[in-house]
């Protein structure tokens, strides 16, 4: 089963409103996620590092304020994109660590439409 | 800056031709995996390659890490229609699960 649940696994909104996805670890405790971006036809860029408890550590270039990371609790980290526009449309993945085994998982995805 | 880059990015060829799909670095990593991705899903994990020289088969699929860790290739063997998918490089700089991600090669394998 998986070990990893992202949730919606789709959503449309209008341009100027927010949209929430969810991350979850569902066999274990995660205290750092990863949250990822992917255009079609192109490989996943890493948007920021999700670390429970404390404030998210985001790549060079993407906007904080833009992308708002919230990580809880030690199985969930919500990624709240802000005034979403047609731009922002893109496939947003997270993947969880294993702090024990090391093993690193991903979900299934979020397929993000503005209109 | 790519730190990983992935060659080809796109590669159609007939079934049973064989393939080889490239990721080189300037960097050392301190592991490399190999994924596979299908349409509207996340990444599925192939093979994670640890030692310098380490080479691991999956059926069809040889996997090589570098013998200084820089770089890593995939070869499949006999490629059938089922192979087709994105394949992604990834490598890991230490044990805390970021992983740095090559461009991907599209493969399409035609029956």
């Known amino acids: 089963g998986a070990v990893v649940s992202q949730h919606p696994s789709r959503v449309i909104c209008k341009s100027g409103t927010s949209v929430k996805i969810e991350c979850r670890s569902l066999?274990?405790?995660?205290?750092?996620m990863f949250w990822y971006r992917q255009f079609p036809k192109q490989s996943l860029m890493l948007m920021a590092t999700s670390n429970e408890g404390s404030k998210a550590t985001y790549e060079q270039g993407v906007e904080k304020d833009k992308f708002l990371i919230n990580h809880a609790s030690l199985t969930l980290s919500t990624l709240t994109v802000t005034s979403a526009h047609p731009e922002d449309s893109s496939f947003y993945i997270c993947?969880?660590?294993?702090?024990?085994?090391?093993?690193?998982?991903f979900g299934e995805g979020s397929r993000l439409t503005v209109l | 800056t790519q730190l990983l880059e992935q060659s080809p990015q796109f590669l159609s060829i007939q079934e049973g031709e064989n393939l080889t799909v490239y990721c080189n670095s300037s960097?050392?990593?301190?592991?490399l995996q190999w994924y596979r991705q299908e349409p509207g899903e996340g990444p599925v994990l192939l093979v994670t390659v640890v030692t310098g020289g380490e080479v691991k088969k999956l059926k069809r699929l040889t996997f090589q890490f570098g013998d200084a860790r820089k770089d890593s290739s995939l070869h499949i063997t006999a490629a059938q229609p089922g192979d087709t998918g994105l394949y992604l490089c990834?490598?890991?700089?230490?044990?805390?699960?970021?992983?740095?991600f090559g461009q991907g090669t599209e493969l399409s394998v035609k029956p």
């Open positions: 066999d274990f405790q995660a205290t750092t």
């Open positions: 993947s969880t660590v294993n702090s024990v085994t090391g093993e690193l998982f």
């Open positions: 990834a490598g890991a700089r230490n044990q805390g699960g970021k992983l740095i």
């Open positions: 960097s050392v990593f301190s592991s």
